[in-house]
T-cell receptor
C-alpha cells in the first residue's frame, strides 16, 4: 500500500525557520513534490525532488533521501504570509498519460508575530 | 491565478439533486484531473484524463460521472450523492507526458455540501 506521513500542524515565529518532514512508503518512486495551499485557495507548486540532495529556491528548500524514504521542506525567514498548509506528494511511476500523485495529509503551519 | 478555473465555488445540494461541477484550463495542457479533499484527509485522486481519454478511475462510486469534451474542459456530474460526499473538489491540469517533473496546476475548488 501507499503511506505518506507528515505532521498535522506546526507553529513558528516570524523570521524563524521551520522544517516540515515527510516520510513515504510507496510501491514505486519517481519524484516528490511539495505544494502550498492557503485556506480556501488552490494548492500551488513549491518544489520537486527526484534525486537525493537539497534543492534551494529562495527562502524555501527541499531535501530528499530516497534510501530513507524521507523528505523535508525548509522554510527560512518566515513571513506571516507563509501561514498555510504544506502538502507532500509522491509520484510513483513515470507515465505518458497523466501524472498520478499520492498526497500526504498536509501540514498546517501557523506563523506568529 | 493558476490558469485553472472552477465553477461554482460553493454548492449546496440535496441527496436527490443532480448538479455538475465545471473546470476550465487556459494553459494548453493535455491532462486533467479531479481530486477530492475532505477535512483531515489527504487529497484523493478520483479521475485522470489524458487527451480527452479517461486513463484513471480510482474506484470512485458511479454517482460521480466525469466528462471531458475537449482538453480544456472537464466536468464532474453529480447525482444522488450522500452526506459523506461533502468535500472540496479540486480540478487540476498538467502538460501531459513522461517528464518526471511534471507539475499539477490546481483550481481553487468547489466546496460541496450535501444535505
Amino acid at each position: 500500500g501507499q503511506n505518506i506521513d507528515q505532521p498535522t500542524e506546526m507553529t513558528a515565529t516570524e523570521g524563524a525557520i521551520v522544517q516540515i518532514n515527510c516520510t513515504y512508503q510507496t510501491s514505486g518512486f519517481n519524484g516528490l513534490f511539495w505544494y502550498q495551499q492557503h485556506a480556501g485557495e488552490a494548492p500551488t507548486f513549491l518544489s520537486y525532488n527526484v534525486l537525493d540532495g537539497l534543492e534551494e529556491k529562495g527562502r524555501f528548500s527541499s531535501f530528499l533521501s530516497r534510501s530513507k524514504g524521507y523528505s523535508y521542506l525548509l522554510l527560512k525567514e518566515l513571513q506571516m504570509k507563509d501561514s498555510a498548509s504544506y502538502l507532500c506528494a509522491v509520484r510513483e511511476e513515470a507515465r505518458a498519460a497523466g501524472n498520478k500523485l499520492t498526497f500526504g495529509g498536509g501540514t498546517r503551519v501557523l506563523v506568529k508575530p | 491565478e493558476t490558469g485553472v478555473t472552477q465553477t461554482p465555488r460553493h454548492l449546496v445540494m440535496g441527496m436527490t439533486n443532480k448538479k455538475s461541477l465545471k473546470c476550465e484550463q487556459h494553459l494548453g495542457h493535455n491532462a486533467m484531473y479531479w481530486y477530492k479533499q475532505s477535512a483531515k484527509k489527504p487529497l484523493e485522486l478520483m479521475f485522470v484524463y489524458s487527451l480527452e481519454e479517461r486513463v484513471e478511475n480510482n474506484s470512485v462510486p458511479s454517482r460521480f460521472s466525469p466528462e471531458c469534451p475537449n482538453s480544456s474542459h472537464l466536468f464532474l456530474h453529480l447525482h444522488t450523492l450522500q452526506p459523506e460526499d461533502s468535500a472540496l473538489y479540486l480540478c487540476a491540469s498538467s502538460q501531459g507526458g513522461e517528464g518526471t517533473d511534471e507539475k499539477l496546476f490546481f483550481g481553487s475548488g468547489t466546496q460541496l455540501s450535501v444535505l
